[in-house]
C-alpha cells in the first residue's frame, strides 16, 4: 500500500507558519487584507470561495468579499479590480474563475496590478516565474512543489511527466519542476502513446481535467504521483487518478480531497503575508 501524501496536515503547517507571521506583522502595525471577488454563483467557486475566507479568518487576514450578480458587466467588474488596485488597505486581489462568458477573462487578469497578483496568473507573474525572478507563484503548482518538498520527494534529476498544458496548473508546474533540476514532460490531449510517455515519470502530475482517467497503465511502479484533478459524481469526489486501480502500485500518492486542493489554498495565504510584507 502507497503512502498517502496529507495535503490537509501538510497546508495546516503552511497555515501556521503564516499566523506566526501575520501575529509579528500585526505587532509592526501592519494589517493584511486579501480581496476575493466572484461574479454569479457557481457552486463549486463558493466552496472554494468560502474555504478561502475561512483560512483568512484562521491566519489573522481580513478578507473582502465581493460577490457580484452574474449579469455584472465587464466595465464593472474591471473598475472594481481598478479600484482595488488603488486601495492601499488592499494587499490581495483574488478573481474566482471561471468568469461568465460575457466576460474576457484574460483583460481582467491583466488588469489586476502585479504587486496584489496573490494568484500568481498576471503575465508579469508568469513571465517572472518563467525567468526565475521574484513575483508571486501560481498557488496550485507551488503547493505541490511544498508537497513533494515536504513529503522529502526529491526533484532533482528525476523524470517529471505532467499531462495537462492550462495556463493555470500544467505549463507553471512544468516550469517550477524544472527549476528544481526535474526533468520534465508535458503531455496533452495531442500527445502520442500517452501512456508510454506517462510511464516514464518517477513523479506523475495527472492535471487533465478527466474523473478517474489514469489507471495503472499510465503508471510506473513505485512513481509519486499527484492528483490535481477535482470533481463531483453523484455527490462524492474524485479526481484525475482512479485511487484504487493505482494505490498498490505507486510508492505515494495525493488523495481528492485532502491532496492538493488544500495546498492551493495555504499558498494563497502565502502569498497574501508576501505581499504585505513587500
Ligand atoms: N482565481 C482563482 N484562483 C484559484 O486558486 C482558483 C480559481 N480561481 N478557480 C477554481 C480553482 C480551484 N481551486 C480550489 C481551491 C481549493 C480546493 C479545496 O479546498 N479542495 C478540497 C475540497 C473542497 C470541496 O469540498 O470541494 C480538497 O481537495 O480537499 C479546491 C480547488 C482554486 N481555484
Do not use: W
Amino acid at each position: 500500500m502507497a503512502r498517502i501524501i496529507d495535503g490537509k496536515m501538510i497546508s495546516q503547517q503552511i497555515k501556521d507558519e503564516c499566523k506566526e507571521e501575520v501575529a509579528v506583522l500585526t505587532e509592526q502595525g501592519k494589517h493584511i487584507c486579501l480581496a476575493v471577488v466572484q461574479v454569479g454563483a457557481d457552486p463549486a467557486s463558493s466552496i472554494y470561495v468560502n474555504n478561502k475566507k475561512k483560512a483568512c479568518a484562521y491566519i489573522g487576514i481580513e478578507s473582502l468579499a465581493y460577490e457580484l450578480p452574474e449579469e455584472t458587466t465587464q466595465e464593472e467588474l474591471l473598475a472594481l479590480v481598478e479600484e482595488l488596485n488603488e486601495r492601499e488597505d488592499v494587499n490581495g486581489i483574488l478573481v474566482q474563475l471561471p468568469l461568465p462568458a460575457h466576460i474576457d477573462e484574460d483583460k481582467v487578469i491583466q488588469t489586476i496590478s502585479p504587486l496584489k497578483d496573490v494568484d500568481g496568473f498576471h503575465p508579469a507573474s508568469v513571465g517572472a516565474m518563467c525567468i526565475g525572478q521574484p513575483g508571486f507563484l501560481s498557488c496550485t503548482p507551488a503547493g505541490i512543489i511544498q508537497l513533494l518538498k515536504r513529503s522529502d520527494v526529491e526533484i532533482e534529476g528525476k523524470e517529471c511527466v505532467v499531462i495537462g498544458r492550462s495556463n493555470i496548473v500544467g505549463k507553471p508546474m512544468a516550469l517550477l519542476l524544472l527549476r528544481e533540476n526535474g526533468t520534465v514532460t508535458v503531455c496533452h490531449s495531442r500527445t502520442r502513446n500517452l501512456k508510454e510517455v506517462a510511464k516514464r515519470a518517477d513523479i506523475l502530475i495527472a492535471a487533465i481535467g478527466k474523473p478517474r482517467m489514469i489507471n495503472h497503465e499510465y503508471i510506473k511502479e513505485g512513481a509519486v504521483v499527484i492528483d490535481v484533478g477535482i470533481h463531483r459524481e453523484n455527490g462524492k469526489m474524485c479526481g484525475d487518478v482512479d485511487f484504487d486501480d493505482v494505490v498498490d502500485h505507486v510508492s505515494a500518492i495525493t488523495p481528492v480531497p485532502g491532496g492538493v486542493g488544500p495546498m492551493t489554498i495555504a499558498m494563497l495565504m502565502r502569498n497574501c503575508v508576501e505581499s504585505a510584507k513587500r
